[in-house]
RNA sequence: CGGGGAGUAGCUCAGCCUGGUAGAGCGCCAGCUUUGGGAGCUGGAUGUCGCAGGUUCAACUCCUGUCUCCCCGACCA
């Protein structure tokens, strides 16, 4: 392909709109472009890379013996109100209808629709395992699109959904899965790491997500430091080992003044104590009913961890005026001792002794209490967020915490959709049962954009070689010199021959500008042809991450580019 | 939705406070020179100043409303 005839448009300035580098570089090298609030038009460089990455996707879940389909991106209704969440992803889904007032959905997963369909063509065990998977555009209505294309209100997934006879043979069928996405994000040049995560709103029993590490991530991961765990922030447990016994802890309880003192911070400046002596009690209400939960003074509640801990299906933080009526104190001066609603203690607090409680009267706390003495708690389980320094659920490594992206997420399911929706097959034995689901998804659109975010430098993108728009950029120093045109073009169809694309910068454009392009655009391999050179019987051969290049002879040229593309494919298998 | 910011040439931005009819750099077109890391000179084209009202002799500038985009928070691949 030559340079001249596509639309590569390259931009030397960073777009004003772009905050992190990833999405920088995308519109700077011309790979995408805005057309509005989350919605981007992929331009030929950026669809090359796409395919690129959706060809590896394919391969893999080929190979793990996944079937692809293609279902309708717009769905009638009412199979969402099947599965009941026609109204749990209201929020998220865009709605619209047909000129007969028929209301549809655009799709922001298809959990249901596969469903429907193995509930009609699927009827015997021995039908299974089965595993569906499509490439397609899913629309979710974001809160706020974000970061070019790593949150879109439209954007391009994979998603596969396997159907098993027992819960064990869905264990199976997610391992293989899991294997696939470790073999696809490391193909692609990623460094992608599995975390426990939190199976949110999908459902079902348990999931790993599929993080990219990077500062500029949505997500936070704990991770130990003896490689033992990884989870997400919203999921990760964690034990803290410091000492929980303070100073005069074997003191009876007692009033102290700390007036206006309602917050943290200012009771533990007041008392100088640290925040981890106090204990913060939060009133919750969960399902309508208040309870109060207890944590140290520097850690924050896990809202989903509470929820389950309650199994309730809301849980909330109560209004001031709850939490007066509840305390008969200001917000801020809440305690568990005296509390007529049920207390929750995280198990951070175990041993407490000597700390810091709100005496449930306002301007006022109580000192030295005794989680032991003082209280007779309802629970005592894990409600917080852990934090950095924790010990690991193993009680040996260390947590750090990091940021990622999530570029892939992996669920069991269970059998909530194949209920829902009537999925059920015939066992051995003639019984219905319904089938036990997995469901696996790819952002295979922010994938592209998470290899960038990982694989640049100041000069701009550094593809891995699987998913480069092109293999090798031949820079023509001087288009016009007819040598240096025909062996370029010459030697492309050479390496095309050998299922490496080429792309030629037969621009007229001085050298400077183009390396600067060449930079920019970061294809892996650079093949440098001038006047000069080729009087001398070399061209210039130079990878992306090298500073300099290596002369070779004209003759021996396919070869030495032939090599290095193995050797960095090799590097990726 | 709450909080912050921005809409002026294809891009990055100045002008607005203090109203007088729109600018720079880059890009684009033509010519000459240049030619190994985003060239120089000369000439040229390009704007509903986001939109709608209002104030005024006069509005990019002041006022009101509105739309869009970006950033921070709650949602997710």
């Excluded at 309650?310 to 104190?329: F, H, N, S, W």
């Excluded at 209920?419 to 034995?429: F, K, M, P, R, T």
């Excluded at 621009?507 to 400077?512: A, D, I, L, S, T």
């Excluded at 396919?558 to 960095?568: I, M």
Aim: hydrophobic share 40%; aromatic share 6%.
């Amino acid at each position: 392909m030559l340079w001249s005839k596509s639309l590569i448009p390259t931009l030397k300035e960073i777009p004003q709109d772009a905050e992190i580098p990833s999405h920088q570089l995308m519109l700077r090298a011309g790979l995408i472009r805005r057309l509005g609030s989350g919605l981007y038009t992929y331009l030929p460089l950026g669809f090359r890379a796409l395919r690129k990455v959706e060809a590896i996707v394919r391969e893999e879940m080929d190979r793990a013996g996944a079937q692809e389909v293609l279902m309708p991106a717009m769905h009638p209704r009412e199979i969402w109100d099947r599965s009941g969440r026609y109204e749990s992803l209201k929020n998220v889904m865009f709605r619209v209808k047909d000129r007969q007032a028929r209301e549809m959905v655009l799709g922001p997963t298809h959990e249901e629709i596969i469903t429907d369909l193995v509930a009609r063509e699927i009827s015997s065990y021995k039908q299974l395992p089965c595993n569906f998977y499509q490439i397609q555009t899913k629309f979710r209505d974001e809160i706020r699109p974000r970061f070019g294309l790593m949150r879109c209100k439209e954007f391009i997934m994979k998603d596969a959904y396997s159907f098993d006879i027992s819960s064990e043979a869905a264990d199976s069928s997610y391992q293989k899965m899991y294997e696939a996405y470790v073999n696809i994000f490391r193909r692609c040049g990623l460094h992608a790491m599995p975390v426990e995560a939190d199976t949110g709103d999908m459902g079902g029993s348990s999931s790993h997500e599929f993080m990219v590490p990077t500062d500029s991530g949505e997500d936070a991961i704990l991770e130990a430091d003896d490689g033992s765990y990884a989870a997400n922030m919203e999921r990760a447990e964690g034990y803290c080992d410091l000492p929980n016994v303070f100073p005069d802890a074997d003191q009876p309880l007692e009033e102290i003044a700390t007036p206006n003192a309602g917050k943290i911070e200012d009771v533990a400046d007041l008392l100088k104590i640290e925040p981890r002596q106090l204990v913060k009690t939060l009133i919750f209400v969960a399902d309508k009913s208040p309870v109060a939960v207890l944590l140290p003074g520097d850690r924050d509640v896990n809202e989903i961890k509470l929820r389950k801990v309650l199994d309730a299906q809301e849980v909330a933080p109560a209004d001031p005026q709850t939490v007066r009526e509840i305390t008969g104190a200001e917000v801020g001066f809440a305690g568990p001792v005296g509390l007529k609603i049920p207390v929750i203690v995280d198990r951070t607090l175990e041993g407490l002794r000597g700390g810091v409680i709100g005496a449930n009267k306002t301007d006022t706390h109580l000192l030295h209490f005794d989680l032991a003495r003082d209280l007779d708690p309802d629970a005592f389980v894990d409600v917080a967020f852990p934090k950095a320094g924790d010990l690991a659920p193993n009680r040996k490594g260390h947590l750090s915490e990091k940021r990622g992206v999530e570029v892939g997420h992996v669920f069991k399911l269970g059998t909530k959709y194949s209920v829902a929706l009537g999925a059920n097959v015939l066992d051995e034995n003639g019984k219905s049962i319904p089938a036990v689901m997995g469901c696996y998804g790819i952002g295979v659109s922010r994938t592209l954009q998470a290899v960038i975010e990982q694989s640049h430098d100041e000069n701009g993108i550094i593809w891995p070689v699987n998913v480069a728009p092109y293999t090798v950029l031949i820079t023509v120093l001087s288009p016009k010199h007819e040598e240096s045109m025909s062996r370029a073009t010459d030697l492309a169809a050479q390496l095309e021959a050998q299922g490496i694309d080429v792309l030629i910068d037969d621009r007229e454009e001085r050298p400077g500008f183009k390396f600067k392009d060449a930079d920019l655009l970061g294809f892996p391999l650079r093949l440098t042809l001038g006047e000069r050179g080729l009087a001398k019987g070399i061209m210039e051969l130079k990878p992306r991450t090298e500073k300099s290049f290596e002369e070779v002879p004209v003759d021996q040229a396919l070869d030495a580019v032939l090599a290095k593309v193995k050797t960095l494919r090799e590097a990726l298998k």
